[in-house]
């Protein structure tokens, strides 16, 4: 498996287990086609402290970058992506009041950026959260198809997640590169991609 350098498209798609979940981060050419897996991210079920790790390899011996919760159980937590050497390279947040009526999340990066992520659709925010609240149809997958945008803020975009209609948990994320050459860096893209899934609910 060959990591990428920089990517502007990639597709995500869970893979459910017992005990754990596992995200593969698949390349794209921007049409839609999936074509190699680009890393492996795996989070475990039941955790005090939340943390995923994303691995080079299919068989996870390799890990490359991870995100982990400042806190424990804190439904505002901080997480911090850390590079191969536990060297932060950027965090995120949820924005927990924001969040109740339509899901809202902030990163920002060493070299200054600081960006807002919001659902695409305000409808769509309130429906789910309808669905969520009815006994029973609440556990069965969401019939709701929701999208991220991230901008900073200028209101350039900088990260969007594009969640397709399937059985399973897919995605087709869009990370653009600006006019003066600046890209978000894809491990940022990456992790916030499997935390906009993984971490939703939180």
Do not use: C
Not at 77 to 91: K, M, N, R, S
Not at 118 to 140: F, G, H, K, Q, Y
Request: proline share 4%; no cysteine.
């Amino acid at each position: 498996m060959t990591l990428p350098t920089t990517t502007e498209h990639f597709h995500l798609r869970q893979k459910v287990t017992l005990m754990v979940n596992r995200y593969e981060v698949v390349a794209s050419d921007g049409s839609g086609a999936e074509g190699q897996v680009l890393a492996v991210a795996q989070q475990k079920r039941v955790a005090l402290k939340e943390e995923v790790t994303f691995y080079s390899d299919e068989a996870r011996t390799q890990p490359v970058f991870s995100f982990k919760a400042r806190k424990r159980l804190d439904l505002g937590a901080t997480y911090d992506v850390l590079d191969e050497q536990g060297v932060p390279i950027g965090w995120f947040r949820k924005d927990f009041g924001s969040s109740l009526l339509r899901s809202t999340w902030h990163l920002g990066t060493p070299d200054g950026l600081e960006a807002t992520g919001t659902e695409r659709s305000s409808n769509v925010a309130l429906a789910r959260r309808a669905w969520e609240m009815l006994p029973i149809v609440s556990d069965l997958p969401s019939p709701f198809v929701f999208h991220f945008d991230f901008t900073a803020a200028d209101g350039t975009l900088v990260l969007s997640s594009e969640r397709r209609r399937s059985l399973r948990d897919r995605y087709d994320v869009h990370v653009p590169v600006a006019s003066n050459g600046w890209q978000l860096d894809w491990r940022m893209a990456m992790a916030m991609a499997v935390a906009l899934d993984a971490l939703q609910s939180r």
